[in-house]
């Protein structure tokens, strides 16, 4: 719809323009675009558990989660990926997402916001994590057709499953006929105490080296790991994940840049690890303009939360995105036609 002179444009006219460019930037069929975006409690607003973290984010509980504060976290997360997008220079073909509740919310944001114009496709499983958030998966169906796709569980010393998020696994192959293997993480956090909970991390880091020898010894060619790791970089725990992963986070670190704010500190927790032959441009922070806000105690600015302890500020995570643009090697066949699911 044409905008009379004199007439500002409105948002949806603005996000339909942003769109209408974004596809016709498309990268060359030997990359991909990766983001990764911790949302911090992105829940439905309906009460569907006994689960307390459920019970809070409901219509009727402690933080009065409403339907229209759910749609406007759904259209804010929708434009900083179209921000993004237009910010790199096209759409993110792989978004990995952390601290979804379930599928419902993955279908709205696909369904009912800027994004229900885009070829995203969910990646999705339900995890034993007793607070009810899961980790995910979008990609761009143009760009990537699913051949497989499992929830990894993490298990302790006597084979119990470890009560956290999975690490996700999805094989892609490409329109050029690469194979691609991407493992998304949301590690045990530190709550309780940073020598009490090691062990658990621990136990995530050794199952994400697992998982990784296990696709490359079946000659799967690309594997990028993505997540909140719930540490930093320079923690001897991911020297373990050497040589079949590479740290892309290490550099960004050391420069003493980072995803979230701590008392005044970045700290560079979400990070992005590539398989050693695979081609990579360095990791980036993205800083959204719109979803930061000012460090009234400290200086500077921090991400735009959902919620500041009980009090709704309006805006989406504590986290921010990080982006990676691969660079894929010419296809070559699998030795083996799928690997043993560990």
């Keep these: ?37 911790n949302l911090e409690n992105y829940f439905d607003w309906r009460c569907d558990s006994t689960r307390v973290a459920d019970i809070e984010f409901s219509s009727r509980g402690a933080r009065h989660w409403t339907r229209k504060r759910f749609t406007a976290k759904s259209n804010a997360i929708a434009k900083g990926l179209l921000w993004a997008g237009s910010r790199q220079g096209g759409l993110p073909d792989l978004v990995g997402l952390a601290e979804v509740e379930n599928a419902f919310v993955l279908r709205r944001l696909l369904q009912t916001t800027a994004l229900r114009k885009l070829d995203y496709r969910i990646v999705h499983f339900d995890s034993p994590d007793p607070r009810g958030i899961d980790v995910a998966l979008l990609y761009r169906s143009s760009r990537l057709s699913l051949t497989e796709a499992k929830p990894c569980h993490l298990y302790q010393a006597d084979s119990s499953i470890l009560p956290t998020r999975d690490i996700l696994l999805a094989r892609f192959r490409t329109s050029a006929g690469n194979d691609v293997a991407v493992l998304v993480n949301h590690h045990p956090s530190k709550y309780g105490g940073a020598a009490l909970s090691a062990p658990r991390r621990r136990i995530a880091v050794e199952r994400l080296k697992q998982l990784a020898d296990s696709l490359l010894q079946s000659g799967v060619p690309h594997l990028v790991a993505m997540g909140d790791m719930n540490d930093t970089p320079d923690n001897p725990l991911f020297g ?77 995570s504590d986290h921010c995105p990080v982006w990676l643009t691969l660079v894929l090697s010419a296809p070559r066949p699998l030795r083996h036609g799928r690997p043993d699911w560990p």
Excluded: C
């Design 240 to 316: 373990l994940l050497e040589p079949s992963l590479k740290n892309l986070a290490l550099p960004l670190h050391r420069k003493g840049e980072g995803t979230i704010k701590f008392e005044g500190q970045w700290q560079l927790i979400d990070m992005l690890f590539v398989s050693k032959d695979l081609a990579a441009g360095p990791m980036e922070i993205l800083h959204i303009p719109f979803l930061l806000t000012a460090d009234k105690s400290y200086g500077g600015y921090k991400p735009l939360r959902t919620y500041a302890g009980p009090r709704y500020l309006g805006g989406v």
């Design 1 to 37: 719809m044409p905008v009379k002179r004199g007439q500002a444009p409105n948002f949806a006219d603005m996000m339909i323009g942003m769109i209408s460019l974004l596809l016709l930037l498309q990268p060359p069929q030997d990359s991909l675009r990766v983001l990764f975006w």
